[in-house]
Nanobody, 120 residues
Framework: QVQLVESGGGLVQAGGSLRLSCAAS????????MGWFRQAPGQERELVAS???????DYADSVKGRFTISKGVAKGTVYLQMNSLKAEDTAVYYC??????????????RGQGTQVTVSS
């Protein structure tokens, strides 16, 4: 089993930046891909960014050019640098991990989430 713990959420003004962190524990050797989802009230969950086992990254169109996902030195760690934040980025952000090479909509592991609130 794998546990994921997110940190770094908070309240920021529009145009500001935040950096989310995610650290995995447990059977981290099973992890090959990691990513970040978000869900705002009344909206469907959205895959924001992902990174494959080989280091390739992918982003939702809504965050391209503003968000950057990166893997940490330690296996099972991933970061999400969020710049030029907008009010519509307000959501609970979830870290996700999976044994498959690419993150899909349904992942085996997911964290508890961290709230990001952007004030306009």
């Amino acid at each position: 089993q794998v546990q994921l713990v997110e940190s770094g959420g908070g309240l920021v003004q529009a145009g500001g930046s935040l950096r989310l962190s995610c650290a995995a524990s447990g059977s981290i050797f099973t992890i090959n891909s990691m990513g970040w989802f978000r869900q705002a009230p009344g909206q469907e969950r959205e895959l924001v960014a992902s990174v494959t086992s080989g280091g390739s990254t992918d982003y939702a169109d809504s965050v391209k050019g503003r968000f950057t996902i990166s893997k940490g030195v330690a296996k099972g760690t991933v970061y999400l640098q969020m710049n030029s934040l907008k009010a519509e980025d307000t959501a609970v952000y979830y870290c996700a991990a999976d044994p498959s090479p690419v993150i899909k909509d349904v992942t085996r592991y997911r964290g508890q989430g961290t709230q990001v609130t952007v004030s306009s």
